[in-house]
């Protein structure tokens, strides 16, 4: 053990831990290293995640046409009475001053003219009253990843470490004294990826912005790197999750089976785009009044039952009003990506088909994004701040990143801890690892989670599909977990661990939602509640398998 404590250095104690180089990630990081050292861990290149997929843009109040009070009524309405309304009036209230740290960074948003002081473009997009998405053309999160990470990488003060694998949080429990003091995270063990040993990181405080759960799913929108894993790191430790049974189907992914999911942005409804059926039909105009430009539940649930009514496997966007000009010039990448594939918009319709593509629920955090476990924040996709309620309106995660991370920091400074001390902790316990023989087993696994959310934790649901869910997820979630003590070098297994888990939180949420709201469809309980409450587990004592919490 003192072999292993002599080569600990002081680069293995920071001021600020951050995990994840997303928007929230990067944002937070950006902040902190005025107040100190940061350490950003990330599992792989520098920016990968869902933020650099996405398309659309950032919703924010710029316009005097607008109004904050509309846009906080706008996320009120999407979230079907389960937002946290003053969470909500932060979020809103705090845009503006979002965008120009964004743009104070680097980041280049469309203008209305090319003169760079010109008033911002600002597009619509669903359940939005007004227009109000800054975007950089069709490609909003390159741009924003592109022009943070420049930040990041010219700030001495932020120390980036790629091919690092976030294992298990730091808690009292692995201090030599762990029976003194109050509980709190102190850091984290992680994976080196590339040289396949465990590290131990300590901070003042860390904060997981891991991103979301789309590779429990087949069809998804996110990066191959979203796989829940600060949410299952966070649950294991004891922190309580929230909502984990609101998974937002992106309504129009591009139809390519066998190939990656490529985003056909909801901007294109904004801009006049018509979904049809296979026979021409405008099938939206029948579902809600606001026809294409509904909220995403709406449009996915629509689109799934026209799928199921036909029999086929996709339905159309129909973009051919506006010429081919236009839509160069409004949706450059999604027009290439098109016509690379057979599909000139301007004269073909698209094939589309939702896709999971964002968890409005997470691990459960507080006004100013910390966890139940004190020292630890969570922020992005991995937290439920209450923002989103019951189903998110388009375009304000983006800005929910920039604007809770900063909610984090300055809560972090508030109550700043001191500096936790490398030889007060017990080192990783390697004592157990054997190398790893069936690495096909673990893909497997990976395979059946995918299928069982995917066909029985969908769109729509009904019991009998939930109670098989929990079954199959159940016995992987074992499997994984036994699993895993012999061979935590191993990546993939690490993640389907944290797969394993994020399953069987996801069918539990939905098991114990009786009701229809949001992005929750069980045709089973088609109708809302009369009080809306907020599904809330937590770890049982001996076990990882969740149980009910009432705190509400």
Not at 15 to 36: K, P
Not at 279 to 305: C, E, H, S, W
Not at 421 to 431: I, M, T
Not at 466 to 482: D, G, N, S
């Amino acid at each position: 053990m003192e072999s292993y404590f002599s080569k600990m250095t002081k680069e293995k104690v920071f001021d600020w831990i951050v995990i994840g180089s997303g928007l929230a990630g990067l944002t937070y990081a950006l902040e902190a290293a005025r107040h100190g050292k940061v350490l950003l861990l990330t599992k792989n290149e520098s920016g990968a995640g869902s933020t650099g997929k996405a398309q659309g843009g950032i919703a924010s109040v710029m316009s005097p046409s607008d109004s904050l009070q509309q846009h906080i009524q706008d996320t009120l309405d999407a979230g079907a009475g389960l937002c946290r309304s003053e969470r909500v009036d932060t979020l809103v209230k705090k845009g503006p001053q979002a965008i120009k740290r964004l743009v104070e960074w680097g980041v280049n948003f469309s203008r209305e003219s090319q003169a760079s002081d010109s008033e911002f473009h600002l597009a619509l997009e669903g359940g939005h009253s007004a227009s109000r998405i800054l975007h950089a053309e069709d490609w909003t999160g390159k741009e924003i990843i592109r022009a943070l990470l420049e930040a990041v990488r010219a700030d001495a003060q932020i120390e980036v470490r790629e091919n690092y694998m976030a294992i298990d949080f730091l808690k009292n429990r692995h201090r030599k004294d762990r029976l003194s003091g109050p509980e709190r995270c102190y850091g984290l063990y992680a994976l080196n990826i590339l040289e396949k040993t465990v590290e131990m990181f300590l901070a003042r405080a860390v904060i997981t912005c891991t991103g979301g759960v789309g590779q429990a799913y087949l069809t998804t929108t996110n990066d191959q790197v979203s796989t829940g894993d600060g949410i299952a790191m966070a649950y294991r430790a004891g922190a309580l999750v929230e909502d984990m049974e609101f998974i937002q189907f992106h309504p129009t992914s591009f139809y390519n089976p066998g190939q990656p999911t490529f985003l056909i942005s909801e901007a294109l409804r904004g801009y006049g785009g018509v979904l049809r059926n296979h026979q021409g039909y405008p099938f939206m105009k029948d579902v809600d009044p606001r026809a294409d430009l509904a909220p995403r539940d709406r449009v996915a649930r629509a689109i799934d039952a026209e799928m199921k009514k036909s029999g086929k496997l996709h339905v159309y966007l129909d973009m051919t009003a506006f010429s081919a000009t236009s839509l160069q010039n409004e949706f450059p990448n999604i027009y290439k990506h098109c016509l690379q594939r057979g599909i000139d918009i301007s004269h073909d319709f698209i094939p589309v088909v939702p896709a999971a593509h964002f968890l409005c629920g997470g691990i459960r955090v507080d006004e100013h994004s910390q966890t139940s476990i004190p020292g630890l924040y969570a922020c992005g996709e991995a937290a439920c701040t209450g923002v989103h309620g019951a189903n998110r309106l388009a375009s304000n995660s983006l800005l929910e990143a920039v604007v809770y991370s900063g909610q984090a920091l300055i809560h972090a400074l508030e109550n700043r801890a001191p500096l936790p001390r490398v030889e007060d902790f017990y080192p990783w316990d390697a004592s157990r690892v054997v190398p790893v023989t069936e690495l096909s087993l673990y893909s497997s696994a990976r395979e059946t989670i995918q299928n069982t959310l995917s066909h029985y934790v969908g769109i729509v649901r009904t019991d009998l599909r939930l109670q098989r869910a929990r079954e199959l997820v159940e016995l992987i979630h074992r499997q994984t977990q036994q699993d895993y003590w012999t061979n935590t070098l191993e990546p993939s297994l690490i993640e389907t661990r944290n797969l394993a888990l994020i399953a069987l939180l996801v069918v539990h949420s939905a098991i114990n939602r009786h009701e229809s709201r949001g992005l929750h469809y069980n045709s089973d309980y088609p109708e809302l509640l009369t009080r809306a409450k907020h599904t809330v587990l937590c770890r049982q004592k001996d076990s990882l398998l969740p149980r009910v919490v009432d705190v509400d």
